[in-house]
């Protein structure tokens, strides 16, 4: 069939039940995006005929004869749609994997469409910015400054992939055409507890294209973790690439690999596999219970922490004696507080391409947090030297937690590995919800005692976390959990007591806030009720009760050494969150609604614990600009942004000047990773260190060549500036070739010790008490991030984690059914948050400055998540008179508390 | 997404080139729903685009909606000035979860074979009276109001190899006074309730639940009915078969319904709410 795509003709025949959207890719055009396949995100979004329309629900056949447009083709003869330079210019995006279809939408918009981008852009799901970014470039506001020498850190400098993000160039993970390409589908179990008896692949062997079905029988025995984490002994060794046990409903039972997907899908279809159906427990504390099913039966080489009571971790800690403290105490909360499963959403699915080069090595091209960690931890599973597997990645469409984690590389490799042809796994949406990671659900029961005066007497939680299927990320979230909601408070008598379940369900795993977000939101909320009870205003009574620079910070245990206080914004940011809330702008409630406001706090640590290895490799080019490696990945995070802007600052270059590559194992050196919020603490201080090792060099080379005392060189742009004579560094170069003089530099780090970061979020809301709506009227919040960097990348990680984070305390919920199943695997009914339910955000920063960060910064992505939730509660609290122990707060549970207090 | 196991698509011209039908076929319109998740049992696609019908029609007995035609080409529909319901089309459409590029290839008739619901073009066509033209494989016609036709979630009275034509609205109902409720779990989300009040010039009044129930129900009065019947009549005869899933809690679900169901009376001149 004959169609014309961004003015060129093309003739090629549509799979009869193809969708236009894998037929434009598989034409060439990979700025054509799949977010859900399904009609629901819109990063598919092309014009057909002019028109815009979801491609992935445009059957292929219809196109026949008409005129299509993409993203690649929305630039007319060389120069940027005015629309992809707004995006450009407000930096309408951070992953940009839903950028295309966003600016795609945004520009087809008539003018009554844009008074009303709520209704106008409900059908353009983005899970990172927020949509305050997308806002401004709609509105046509400019947020980025221009690059130049001297504006590197606090600077607005513009992301470096811009450019290529708007026009649809940026690589994704799949964004490649690769010669004979195979495809891999997993069939996933349909029972929540199993034993395989028998795999039948007669059947799907004999389907035309079909080239291999795996099994446990293919699988390698070594067992490990999902997880990804510096010291792999963090997580239990309960995992095998393909087992013969089944312990949730989706977990994979076989993969089939063949020429298309279509075929690999049949051999899925056609697979026969004999079920022995084991017990199934899908409650955490039914789990826990002696004669529970037990769904590993492991040794203690595998560090469950009690197998047969399927703990996979437990831990205790107290200080002082909370019977006490109670007894102390003028008023008590005591209440248990359920945060359910939610999904991360990023809208680039799980995916990743594997092949075996040349030279016999496995490449993985993956979509990943961790490139370095999982090279070590599929050459451990499949018996390889480290040198014979390579993993990398390009730009990967969001993270959020979900790519610490070893998903698809493991079966890519499989399949690499046994057929020797270059496979492709891509995880669909509703894979995303039954098959990858979710927040730990998590049930806390906590008592906080406090006297008249304010001061606390005791706190007392016990949580439940329930893992899943898997103990990945299970211990150390539990752990966090346990730490930071309450170390932030200062009270001589605590005790906290915490476990994490195996239940058969859908694992849970690494997500943003990492375990704080669901002990925050039960904390936060009790605090709020103690200062009820003893009269006193909410922050008044954190004011009294927080830990002040220099006092010791306990959770479950006293923190450990390395954390310290390396600056203190807290006081400044209650601050500023009262006087904001004060001030009393933001909108007007509805008439007849109930307005309340409401507070929340959070601290963190600033890195993960254990270490956190980071290098970057600096060095000067030819032509007199700069070039480095860095290994920690982009994933809408904006720390390459980041990380060009120290080594412009140290260099007193254009950010500009300095090219870079990152997140490939090939590049040596090593990177725990892009998590923990780590990519501008820890690597930005391997960048720094990198760029102040070869800005002493060049000046000491500078310096002999010019015989101008070394005080008096200084690096000037594109120059070394010796005493008033200047040496341009491409002739630099030049010089040092001739001399055999090195000029590259490498720099390192380890993420030892860390510091503390805060936030503090307030909320206005109106409710209607009679049918359960929230409307937020002024939300504001403030972030204690040392130095920023980027104010314009810094406020939009804040903006979008605040989203994320409404999604979660508005609506969204992974439902799992009474037999294991997930109910609502797809957008349409996990709704996360659209442009209109998020309410712009106020956001205001610290003044403070960091001893360990560079440039005194601080991290600052998962933090912002973690106290939206309880701040809204409290609001509701306010405005209500009703506490909710149970997120999501939907308008039907709203009403439902409201009906039941009467 | 791509239906792998499509092996052929028809394209019909006309209604005789329609007679094809077998199992493993499905109605192709807008395709908005067939292609947003697997459809592992389908074969063949039958194409009703093909077939070029007239979209919209106005006569002097009323507005003949094809079945393919388009939720954007209903939206934009020009009512003639004595139609004073028109505007309740545009404040369905806007009750589609689906943004306005869904609306450029969603059609009425794909929405109402759907049965979902949450389904706006069965709220606007059971409360405008709304008829279905079927046509049967064998070449046999029938009618059926649209309120009859929708049984439950996905589950209507479309027997195999059927194809809704189109949908009549009556001119009577379209020259009724209407008001109009909505609510949904989130900002422009799915709705979890949708009630729609129609008045006659006789002072007949009509309130039709949807959403808020697993199929429609209607309720007649020859006049204004006072608040506390109108609730008493459809609570007793909803009789808590209120829809549950994701987007709503039964019991919200009934308390939004009662309270739209007040208001709408209010709006057109009943009792207190
Ligand atoms: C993002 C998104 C949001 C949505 N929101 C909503 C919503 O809020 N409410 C809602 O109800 N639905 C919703 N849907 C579902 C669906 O897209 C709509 O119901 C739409 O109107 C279906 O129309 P279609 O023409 O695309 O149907 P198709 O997908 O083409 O067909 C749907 C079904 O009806 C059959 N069919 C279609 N036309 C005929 C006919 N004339 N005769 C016999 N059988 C026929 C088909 O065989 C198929 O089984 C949504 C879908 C998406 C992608
Ligand atoms: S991929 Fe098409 S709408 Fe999401
Ligand atoms: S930038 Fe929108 S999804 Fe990442």
Known sequence: ?902 | MDLNTITAVERPTSREALRVWRDGDAFLAGGTWLFSEPQPKLTRLIDLSTLNWEPLRATGNGLEIAATCTIAQLDGFAAPPGWIAAPLIGQCCRAFLASFKIWNVATVGGNIVMSLPAGPMISLTCALDGELLIWGPDGRERRVAVVDFVKGPVSNDLKSGEIVRAIHLPLAALTRRTAFRQISLQSHGRSGALLIGTRDAGGAFMLTVTASTPKPYQFRFDALPGADELTARTDTTIANNWFDDIHGLPAWRRAMTLQFAREILAELGGGAA
């Open chain 1, 1 to 902: 069939m004959s169609v014309t795509v961004n003015g060129k003709p093309f003739d090629d025949q549509p799979a009869p039940g193809q969708c236009l959207r894998t037929f434009l890719r598989q034409l060439g055009h990979f700025g054509v995006k799949k977010g859900c396949d399904a009609g629901d995100c819109g990063a598919c979004t092309v014009y057909l005929d002019g028109e815009p329309v979801h491609s992935c629900l445009v059957p292929a056949f219809r196109a026949e004869g008409r005129e299509v447009t993409t993203i690649e083709g929305l630039a007319q003869g060389g120069a940027l749609h005015p629309m992809q330079q707004a995006f450009l210019d407000a930096q309408g995006y951070q992953c940009g994997f839903c950028t295309a279809g966003m600016i795609m939408t945004a520009a087809a918009l008539n003018q009554e469409q844009k008074a009303d981008l709520g209704r106008a852009l409900k059908g353009n799901l983005c899970r990172c910015t927020g949509y305050r970014a997308v806002e401004d470039a709609i509105a046509g506001r400019r947020d980025t400054e221009d690059a130049r020498p001297g504006r590197g850190v606090g600077h607005n400098v513009p992301a470096p992939a811009g450019p290529d993000v708007v026009t649809g160039r940026a690589r994704f993970t799949l964004d490649v055409a690769i010669d004979g390409l195979h495809h891999i589908k997993l069939l996933r179990s349909p029972h929540a507890h199993a034993r395989i008896r028998a795999i039948d692949k007669s059947a799907a062997l004999a389907v035309p294209g079909v080239v291999a079905v795996l099994t446990h029988e293919d699988a390698p025995a070594t067992l490990y973790s999902s997880a990804r984490h510096e010291t792999r002994d963090t997580d239990p060794d309960d995992t095998r690439v393909l087992d013969d046990v089944m312990r949730f409903i989706g977990q994979r039972v076989a993969a089939v690999v063949a020429t298309s997907e279509a075929a690999a899908e049949e051999g899925c279809r056609k697979l026969v596999v004999d079920y022995e159906i084991l017990p199934a427990v899908f409650d955490p504390e039914t789990a826990m219970q002696p004669g529970a099913p037990r769904l590993h039966d492991k040794g203690p080489q595998a560090r469950i922490a009690n197998a047969s009571r399927n703990l996979v971790a437990e831990m205790h800690g107290a200080t002082g004696d909370v019977a006490q403290g109670f007894t102390a105490a003028d008023a008590i909360h005591e209440g248990t507080y359920f945060v359910p499963r939610v999904q991360h959403a990023h809208l680039e699915t799980l995916c990743a391409i594997a092949w075996i080069d040349e030279s016999g090595r496995l490449n993985v091209r993956s979509s990943t947090q961790v490139p370095f960690l999982t090279r070590l931890e599929l050459a451990h599973v499949f018996g390889l030297d480290r040198d014979k597997v390579r993993v990398f990645c390009e730009r990967v469409g969001g993270g959020f937690g979900a790519k610490q984690e070893m998903l698809t590389e493991d079966i890519a490799a499989l399949a690499a590995l046994k057929t020797g042809k270059p496979v492709k796994l891509e995880f669909t949406r509703e894979e995303q919800f039954v098959g990858a990671t979710t927040r730990h659900p998590m049930k806390v029961t906590v008592k906080i005692g406090a006297r008249r005066d304010g001061a606390l007497t005791a706190i007392e939680m016990h949580v439940v976390s329930n893992t899943g299927a898997y103990g990945n990320h299970g211990m150390p979230v539990l752990e966090h959990a346990c730490s930071e909601a309450v170390s932030v408070y200062r009270c001589p008598n605590k005790k906290i007591d915490g476990y994490a379940v195996y239940t058969n369900t859908v694992a849970a795993g690494a997500f943003r806030g990492y375990g704080l977000p669901q002990t925050g939101f039960a904390v936060e909320s009790a605090i709020d009720e103690v200062a009820r009870m003893i009269g006193m205003d909410a922050l008044e009574f954190r004011r009294c009760n927080v830990v002040r620079k220099g006092e010791p910070m306990i959770g479950l245990h006293e923190a450990p050494d390395d954390v310290i206080y390396g600056s203190y914004g807290l006081d400044q940011c209650l601050d500023l969150v009262q006087a904001a809330l004060m001030r009393g702008d933001g909108d007007e409630a509805p008439p007849g609604w109930s307005v309340g406001e409401g507070t929340a706090l959070t601290m963190i640590d600033t890195v993960p614990p254990g270490g956190h290895y980071s290098d970057t490799y600096i060095w000067l080019e030819a032509d007199g600009t700069y070039n480095m490696t860095i290994g920690t990945a982009e994933f809408g995070n904006g720390t390459s942004t980041v990380h060009r802007q120290i080594a412009a600052s140290v260099l007193n270059a254009s950010p500009l000047a300095i090219a870079f590559t990152q997140s490939d194992t090939d590049h040596g050196g090593h990177d725990t990773g892009a998590y923990g919020s780590t990519g501008t603490v820890v690597a930005g201080r391997a960048t720094q260190r990198a760029a102040e090792a070869l800005r002493d060099k060049l000046l000491d080379f500078a310096a002999t060549q010019s015989g101008v005392d070394r005080a008096q060189c200084k690096l000037a742009g594109d120059a070394v500036d010796c005493g008033g004579k200047t040496i341009a560094l491409g002739e630099l170069f030049r010089i040092a070739e001739a001399f055999v003089v090195d000029l590259s530099a490498h720099g390192t780090t380890n993420g030892i010790p860390r510091s503390v970061a805060f936030n503090v979020h307030g909320f206005r809301v109106a409710v209607n008490t009679t049918t359960g709506e929230v409307k937020i009227i002024k939300s504001v919040q403030a972030a204690d991030a040392g130095t920023v960097i980027n104010p314009m990348q810094c406020r939009a990680q804040i903006e979008g984690g605040v989203a994320q984070a409404l999604g979660a305390a508005m609506f969204e919920e992974v439902v799992v059914d009474t037999e294991g199943r997930v109910t609502n695997p797809s957008f349409r009914h996990y709704r996360i948050p659209a442009f209109a339910d998020v309410p712009h955000t106020e956001v205001l920063f610290a003044r403070t400055s960091d001893e360990l960060g560079p440039f005194g910064a601080k991290s600052m992505s998962e933090s912002p998540y973690n106290p939206v939730a309880p701040a809204l509660a409290n609001a509701i609290r306010a405005a209500t008179g009703v506490r909710f122990y149970r997120l999501p707060l939907k308008p039907d549970r709203i009403h439902a508390g409201i009906t039941a207090a009467g």
